[in-house]
Nanobody, 113 residues
Framework: QVQLVESGGGLVQPGGSLRLSCAAS?????MGWYRQAPGKQRELVAR???????NYADSVKGRFTISRDNAKNTVYLQMNSLKPEDTAVYYC??????????WGQGTQVTVSS
């Protein structure tokens, strides 16, 4: 079993920045972030493997950066140039290929003036 503890959500104005963090209770192969806006399906935002390979949703490329500190079992999501359409609950996600993933409790990100 892996526990994921998220932090860093909040309210920010359009064009602003936020950094999300997610700490895992032990090392794990991939870590990443999904988000779910009201009335929409949960979608992948970004993911990073223990080796540093990353992938991003097209909608966040060039604005968001995912990084990872393997020594701390922690993943970070630096979100810049935030837009109102980035408003969602952001969920940390972690796991191994072909296995059921683990999920965090979610953290609200609201982009509004």
């Amino acid at each position: 079993q892996v526990q994921l503890v998220e932090s860093g959500g909040g309210l920010v104005q359009p064009g602003g920045s936020l950094r999300l963090s997610c700490a895992a209770s032990r090392s794990i192969f991939y870590m990443g972030w999904y988000r779910q806006a009201p009335g929409k399906q949960r979608e992948l935002v970004a993911r990073i493997t223990s080796g540093g390979s990353t992938n991003y949703a097209d909608s966040v490329k060039g604005r968001f950066t995912i990084s990872r500190d393997n020594a701390k079992n922690t993943v970070y999501l630096q979100m810049n140039s935030l837009k109102p359409e980035d408003t969602a609950v952001y969920y940390c996600n972690a796991g191994y290929p072909f296995e059921i993933p683990y999920w965090g409790q979610g953290t609200q990100v609201t982009v509004s003036s």
